[in-house]
T-cell receptor
Framework: DAGVIQSPRHEVTEMGQEVTLRCKPI?????LFWYRQTMMRGLELLIY????????DSGMPEDRFSAKMPNASFSTLKIQPSEPRDSAVYFC???????????FGQGTRLTVV | KQEVTQIPAALSVPEGENLVLNCSFT??????LQWFRQDPGKGLTSLLL?????REQTSGRLNASLDKSSGRSTLYIAASQPGDSATYLC???????????FGTGTRLQVTL
């Protein structure tokens, strides 16, 4: 298995532009998570899905952030409009619901200028 | 709200030393605890997972212990090598959905 795949790996965009981050979870995993990592706040959970359904989005910072999971093999995290303070590394992770390990993608480094 | 703390924040040791990284959490009602390694500019690699019913897990030179009642975990690295240099993160799962709360990490440097 190729593991959790995220794209793009790096994204540089101008303030005000829409940004879409993509994630393909490990086949067979039914839980998917989006995390954000910054120097100041470390790793924070933004939202997670079980069986393609959003369960907890309390970590989503603002209405500018939205996430979707149209099927079991694909999820997106969208920021619209983007702001410089959104600059961070965004990680996607997947797991089998229950007491098993979470597997992380390589992350997308987002820079908003 | 679960809070996870890691001490020390940074550690530098000479090659060959045995070392211990510490992780503490405030809510002992956890399902499992996971140790990760993160190399600069890279993603997270899972090292060890300890279920709440277990006391320790071992993988090669790594040994992780869990004392749920006191809210502590340790990661023991034996005979450290320069390739062990990375940031080590612990994360606790307090629900069935693998929803992880992360510590701030320990940045380890192993020198020649």
């Amino acid at each position: 298995d190729a593991g959790v795949i995220q794209s793009p790996r790096h994204e540089v965009t101008e303030m005000g532009q829409e940004v879409t981050l993509r994630c393909k979870p490990i086949s067979g995993h039914n839980s998917l998570f989006w995390y954000r990592q910054t120097m100041m706040r470390g790793l924070e959970l933004l939202i997670y899905f079980n069986n393609n359904v959003p369960i907890d989005d309390s970590g989503m910072p603002e209405d500018r952030f939205s996430a979707k999971m149209p099927n079991a093999s694909f999820s997106t995290l969208k920021i619209q409009p983007s702001e410089p303070r959104d600059s961070a590394v965004y990680f996607c992770a997947s797991s089998i619901k229950g007491r098993t390990e979470a597997f992380f993608g390589q992350g997308t480094r987002l820079t908003v200028v | 709200k679960q809070e996870v703390t890691q001490i020390p924040a940074a550690l530098s040791v000479p090659e060959g030393e045995n070392l211990v990284l510490n992780c503490s959490f405030t809510d002992s009602a956890i399902y499992n605890l996971q140790w990760f390694r993160q190399d600069p500019g890279k993603g997270l690699t899972s090292l060890l997972l300890i279920q709440s019913s277990q006391r320790e897990q071992t993988s090669g030179r790594l040994n992780a212990s869990l004392d749920k009642s006191s809210g502590r975990s340790t990661l023991y690295i034996a005979a450290s090598q320069p390739g062990d240099s990375a940031t080590y993160l612990c994360a606790v799962n307090t629900g069935t959905a693998s929803k992880l709360t992360f510590g701030t990490g320990t940045r380890l440097q192993v020198t020649l």
